[in-house]
């Protein structure tokens, strides 16, 4: 589980940071990537990565606003040129389904791959074996919500000495055990499974907020979450500037971050108007609070471990 910042700037485009957009690559869990906003360009960051847009199955856009939505016609016409075959599903606010419809019919646009398109407004987003999704509305301008992607616990190893010593030797019975309660073996003996599988695995939490002012609303999507994603459109020193704008500072994120319990926090969505010399300000402002803050760049990879 690996999450790929394309675009980690706000508002508009600039030499250094292009406009919102997260990948969350799967591809050991389910050989998937799912996509977290889409600003314009989206795809030609894609470009200088080893992602492919065919395994791209789900995005979630965060609200309407122009820089994490303008790359999105683009990117679902050209995986049709990219082997794209699997079906697509789009998650968004209300809204997202007339501006893609639209965007395809004006265009001429004809889709060679399923495509699927959810307009929510709070709650459950999806839950299938491996992972839940939740989103919750913040504080901005317009519409703009979090998720919390929950991963599931996962079966604990299988205890393989524990086996041989009970003189069950390796081989395909090994795999039976993992996949079933019970299991008979050729000398006529009942395995149970619960007896040869250590503890749960548990699951890890990604938390990725949209813009937002600062608000409590963010805690129940940022509890003890594995990596929480928050934008920092502004230093400390223009508090009054993020507030008039509804968006957030460094040191608002930190406190999230340290308030809720989360283990790892990963700023983006920074203003143009701060520069590569800005960046170590910046983290340092939120690591006086919450010292596990990394500032995102472009291209900026983290690893979420197992447990």
């Known amino acids: ?18 406009v919102s957009a997260i990948a969350l690559k799967l591809l050991q869990e389910q050989n998937s990537i799912w996509l977290f906003d889409c600003g314009e360009a989206t795809q030609h960051q894609i470009l200088r990565t080893n992602i492919k847009p065919r395994k791209i199955t789900k995005i979630f856009i965060t609200h309407m606003h122009g820089d994490h939505i303008f790359g999105l016609p683009g990117l679902l016409s050209s995986r049709s040129f990219q082997g794209g075959e699997d079906r697509l599903t789009v998650y968004g606010p209300e809204g997202i389904k007339n501006y893609i419809e639209t965007s395809m019919a004006v265009s001429g646009t004809t889709l060679t791959y399923p495509l699927s398109i959810v307009e929510f407004k709070e709650g459950q987003l999806l839950d299938d074996d491996q992972f839940m999704v939740t989103c919750k509305q913040l504080d901005h301008g317009i519409p703009s919500f979090g998720f919390r992607i929950i991963e599931k616990d996962r079966p604990g190893r299988l205890l393989v000495d524990k086996l041989k010593k009970d003189g069950v030797e390796p081989g395909p019975v090994y795999q039976q055990i993992k ?24 699951g890890r939490v990604i938390t990725i907020l949209g813009d937002t002012r600062a608000t409590e609303a963010a805690r129940p999507l940022a509890e003890n979450a594995d990596v929480l994603v928050h934008e920092a459109t502004f230093g400390t020193d223009r508090a009054a500037l993020a507030t008039d704008y509804f968006h957030s500072t460094t040191q608002q994120a930190a406190t999230l971050a340290r308030d809720s319990g989360a283990k790892k926090l990963v700023l983006t969505h920074i203003s143009s108007r701060y520069q590569d010399g800005d960046d170590a300000q910046l983290a340092d402002e939120a690591k006086a609070i919450f010292s596990e803050t990394e500032l995102a760049y472009d291209f900026y990879q983290t690893i979420i471990e197992s447990k």
């Open 1 to 18: 589980m690996e999450l790929v910042f394309l675009g980690t700037g706000s508002g508009v485009p600039s030499k250094e940071r292009n």
């Open 179 to 202: 996949e079933n309660e019970t299991v008979q073996l050729s000398d006529g003996r009942v395995i149970h499974r619960r007896q040869y599988i250590g503890p749960d695995k548990q």
